[in-house]
């Protein structure tokens, strides 16, 4: 194995040249970024060193129901992140996105740590936590992105639905190419992403393993079962956002509710 | 005397009201509505803009539900039919025809195919019905977007005739058209009516179309019915002085 670079609190101080870089080019260009990237940078630090201690005490405790807090935490955040990139809001739409990224996302995670990596035991957390923080990443990214196209396509084609509707099609039926719409343009980005890995970006993962001190032929296995694994839980929770989302725009009888008063067009 | 097709009885219908000013959270869109629709005739719905004339007709097919009263249609109560059934029954078309992607054939048998007609029986369909509208069946394997708008407007008839209703809603059925193709329209809902005996409830802002086409005439202003009668009398003699305002085209909305 080859030799892995610890990197020490001066390492850190060292790095600070590299927001200084930033920083110079926000000033020379008047860019007026300088407030942003010095807040950014110092929130980058708290937050990534307060994360680290904390997966450093899970890690050392090592117990399962400290990793399920983990994963409800993740699952908490993510959902409460898709749902404030929404343009259109609703009280349910938060406890939608938990249900979404929680069924996709465990599933999926379910299924890379107990058939594909047979993990023992299952909370083992060098495992768990960073799979699940990639599929819940990616699985709020989807999730946010379908849902928002899905409000968006509803607003747009009003008339259509109704239309559809009144020729005696259920609510569901009404609404297929538009769900149709918003889950092509949720998988795209992943679709895309999986025609060029490797080619165009080495993925973080990988990076990480092989700084690590991981050979790459080792690393990159671990990325194809990362990349379809992404793959899978995108789908899964895009698929039950819409599904479940769209329910909110129609009455039990079908009937597409008037729109939304107070929300940014 | 024709039988009674739709009944409606103290119809009453709120939505949130839109500008902020409003004291009331809520608007009032109709207001205590009592008529009947006949079987078999033609009704054209008038009154100044904002009237209620949209709100009336998604009533009728419950696209929309009312606050207040009920509605029967045949003697049964709106809310006790399958809401399906219902739309299959009292189809509706709209000022712009709104088509779905694809051809036009695949717009004609859109309902046909809900129901779950075969392909080819809703083909046959979808042949018969676009003669029904006066346009030649070459037109049926065009994409629906590359027709003119008057022809898209006849596409839009045929697919709700497909669904084979006893009553065609008609909202503005020809504002988006040149007069030859809203001419055309009109032939044919007096066509309709006398041919498959459809009873039709059609919403215009031009007189001229209902003195034309209409047995009846209903004028809405504000939520509320201002007159009701045969189209004859109200041509001739309104009673309301509103009426007269309205033939003037004094009466503001
Ligand atoms: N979705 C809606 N939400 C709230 N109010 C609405 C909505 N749609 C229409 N209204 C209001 O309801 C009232 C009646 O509207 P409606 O569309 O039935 O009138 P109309 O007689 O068809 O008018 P027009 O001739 O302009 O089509 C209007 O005051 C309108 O502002
Ligand atoms: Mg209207």
């Known amino acids: 194995m080859l030799q892995y670079i610890d990197i020490g609190p001066g390492d850190i101080a060292l790095a600070l040249v590299l927001v200084g870089i930033t920083l110079a080019i926000s000033l020379w260009q008047h860019l007026d970024l300088h407030g942003d990237l010095l807040v950014g940078s110092v929130r980058a630090f708290i937050q990534l060193m307060a994360v680290g201690y904390l997966l450093q005490l899970i890690f050392n405790l090592n117990r399962w129901y400290l990793v399920v807090l983990a994963l409800v935490i993740m699952l908490l955040v993510a959902a409460g992140n898709a749902y404030r990139r929404q343009q259109e809001r609703w009280p349910q739409l938060f406890f939608v996105m938990l249900l979404a990224i929680g069924c996709g996302g465990l599933l999926t995670l379910t299924i890379v740590i107990a058939v594909v990596l047979k993990v023992k035991p299952w909370y083992q957390p060098q495992y768990i936590i960073p799979l699940a923080g990639m599929i819940v990443g990616n699985a709020m990214v989807g999730a946010a992105l379908a849902v928002n196209r899905l409000t968006g396509e509803i607003k747009a084609h009003r008339d259509a639905i109704e239309v559809a509707l009144a020729l005696g099609a259920t609510a569901r039926q009404a609404i297929i190419p538009y769900l149709r719409a918003s889950l092509r343009a949720a998988m795209l980005p992943t679709v895309s992403t999986m025609m060029t890995v490797g080619i165009v970006q080495l993925p973080g993962m990988m990076t990480g393993q092989i700084i690590a001190g991981a050979s790459p032929a080792a690393a990159v296995k671990y990325q194809i079962v990362v990349t379809y694994m992404i793959a899978a839980a995108t789908a899964l929770t895009t698929i039950t956002a819409t599904l479940t989302a769209y329910r909110y725009y129609f009455t039990p009888n079908h009937q597409l509710k008037p729109p939304l008063k107070n929300t940014a067009a | ?253």
Not at chain 2, 13 to 33: F, V
Not at chain 2, 243 to 249: A, E, V
């Open chain 2, 1 to 253: 005397m024709n039988k009674v097709k739709f009944e409606l009885k103290d119809v009453s219908l709120e939505r949130p009201d839109c500008n902020s000013t409003g004291k009331r959270p809520t608007a009032i869109i109709l207001n205590r509505i009592n008529t009947v629709f006949l079987q078999g005739q033609i009704t054209a719905v008038m009154g100044p803009s904002g009237a209620g004339k949209s709100s009336l007709l998604r009533l009728l097919n419950r696209l929309e539900d009312p606050g207040t009263g009920s509605i029967t249609l045949d003697g049964a109560n709106l809310k006790d039919l399958n809401i399906f059934t219902l739309r299959r029954r009292v189809g509706m078309v709209w000022q712009l025809p709104t088509l779905f992607p694809g051809t036009v054939a695949a717009n004609i048998s859109y309902g046909p195919r809900l129901r779950g007609i075969p392909p080819v029986a809703a083909a046959t369909m979808a042949r018969k019905l676009i003669q029904t509208v006066g346009l030649t069946a070459e037109l049926l394997d065009r994409p629906a977007a590359s027709l003119s708008i008057g022809q898209q407007q006849r596409v839009s008839l045929a697919r709700t005739l497909a669904n084979e209703p006893e009553v065609l809603l008609l909202d503005e059925p020809t504002s988006a058209l040149d007069p030859t193709a809203a001419a055309n329209i009109l032939h044919l809902m007096a066509d309709l009516r006398s041919r498959l005996g459809l009873t039709i409830i059609f919403v215009t802002h031009l007189p001229e179309q209902a003195r034309q086409v209409a047995d009846r005439v209903l004028l809405l202003s504000h939520g509320e019915i201002i007159e009701s009668g045969p189209a004859l009398q109200f041509f001739t003699a309104p009673r309301d002085p509103r009426s007269r305002l309205f033939l003037n085209g004094q009466l503001e909305g």
